[in-house]
Every structure is written in structure tokens, then in C-alpha cells.
């Protein structure tokens, strides 16, 4: 399973990320390509604790998907799926900046390893562990690169 801590995933996630444009267009949801950005710079930020999880009720709903997310069956996220509100980005950003922003996000990831992903739990997932940290952020980078045709 890909993994944001391994140096070839996560070069794969930096190289689509050179390749948006202020232009690119999103192929569904509601963000343009700033907002997504900004998104996942915050998502990325979870694991270290510095955007923090609040408790929601529907965690004991995603404590029964992570197996499939996580776990053998390995499914993607499902398009225009609801996200929490700790990492909703509705307002304007600024293309260059954001793209900044969520390359170091990836890169301090990258970097900080599983030892630096210190966060107890998942807005949705409830519990994670270092590994399963790794996997789902990869996997949210590659969703919402997908969104955008990197």
C-alpha cells in the first residue's frame, strides 16, 4: 500500500503536484484549485497534531470503513465525499502560495516519519496509528490530485 513516508510516493505525490496549474480545473466537488490545495496542506497537518481532530459522531461509523480505507481492500475515497470542518476551505487562496504550503506539508511528512505522527485520531477514522497515518495521507494527496487530473 502506498505510504506518504515512503520517498517514492511521496516524490510521485510532489511531481503531480508541479503539474497544476492556477488554471486546472476541478473534474467534480465544489473547490477550485487553490481551495484543494489549502485542503490537503491541512489534512496533512493532522498527523503531527498541529490541525486537531475533534470528536464527531460519526467516528464510530468510520471506525468500521478504516479496515476497508486502510486495510486489505484498500478502497479509495469516494468522490464529493464530506469532509470535516477543521479543514474546510471555502474562501479564496492564493495558487502559489497554497502550492508552497502543501509541498512543505508533504515534505515535513516525509520527513518526521512515523515517529513525528503523533496524533491520537482521525476526524472519521477515529484511532490511528504512525502506519495508518502514512496511508491515508497519501491517499487523501492522491484523491485530491485525481480530483484535479494530476
Not at 481532530?53 to 464510530?60: E, T
Request: charged share 25%; glycine share 6%.
Amino acid at each position: 500500500m502506498k505510504s506518504i513516508f515512503n520517498e517514492a510516493d511521496k516524490n510521485e505525490i510532489l511531481q503531480r503536484i508541479e503539474k497544476l496549474t492556477p488554471d486546472s480545473k476541478a473534474l467534480w466537488g465544489k473547490m477550485n484549485v487553490s481551495q484543494m490545495l489549502a485542503h490537503a496542506t491541512l489534512a496533512a497537518k493532522f498527523p503531527t497534531g498541529e490541525v486537531k481532530s475533534k470528536n464527531s459522531p460519526v467516528q464510530f461509523i468510520g471506525q468500521f470503513f478504516k479496515k476497508q480505507f486502510l486495510g486489505e481492500k484498500n478502497m479509495p475515497f469516494r468522490r464529493n465525499s464530506p469532509t470535516t470542518p477543521e479543514i474546510k476551505v471555502a474562501d479564496l487562496r492564493d495558487f502559489q502560495q497554497e502550492k508552497v504550503n502543501f509541498i512543505k506539508a508533504v515534505n515535513h511528512l516525509f520527513t518526521i516519519g512515523e515517529k513525528g505522527s503523533i496524533a491520537p485520531k482521525h476526524a472519521f477514522f477515529g484511532k490511528m496509528t504512525p502506519a495508518e497515518w502514512c496511508i491515508i495521507n497519501y491517499k487523501h494527496a492522491d484523491h485530491h490530485l485525481g480530483q484535479f487530473g494530476v
